[in-house]
């Protein structure tokens, strides 16, 4: 069965970092597309970032320069570098995979994990 399991959520101030970690059994990070999604109380689930096969990364616009994302093929294990964060930023984040190319739209994707709150305070 496959498994994903988020971890590294937490609180933080305005301005500061946080490193989110994935990680998958049941599935090999080389041959799938890997990303990571937010979602805030009453908005919808939004594409945050993703990391294909070949590494060809795709982010959301808001948070290109702060967000890095970045993928351990050897130990399964993904990872999102949250820098400079602000309240905007506050939601539940999630891990999910696909075969293929990653898209940033939920809809293609039925592997997620449980997720992991960030929550940042002004």
């Known amino acids: 069965a496959v498994h994903l399991l988020e971890s590294g959520g937490g609180s933080v101030q305005a301005g500061g970092s946080l490193r989110l970690s994935c990680r998958a059994s049941?599935?090999?990070?080389?041959?799938?597309?890997m990303a990571w999604f937010r979602q805030a109380p009453g908005k919808q689930r939004e594409g945050v970032a993703g990391i294909d096969p070949d590494g060809t990364i795709k982010y959301a616009d808001s948070v290109k320069g702060r967000f890095t994302i970045s993928k351990d093929n050897a130990e399964n294990v993904l990872h999102l570098q949250m820098t400079s964060l602000s309240p905007e930023d506050t939601a539940m984040y999630y891990c999910a995979a696909r075969a293929g190319t990653c898209y940033l739209a939920p809809s293609w994707y039925v592997i997620w994990g449980q997720g992991t709150q960030v929550t940042v305070s002004s």
């Open positions: 049941g599935i090999t990070y080389s041959t799938y597309c």
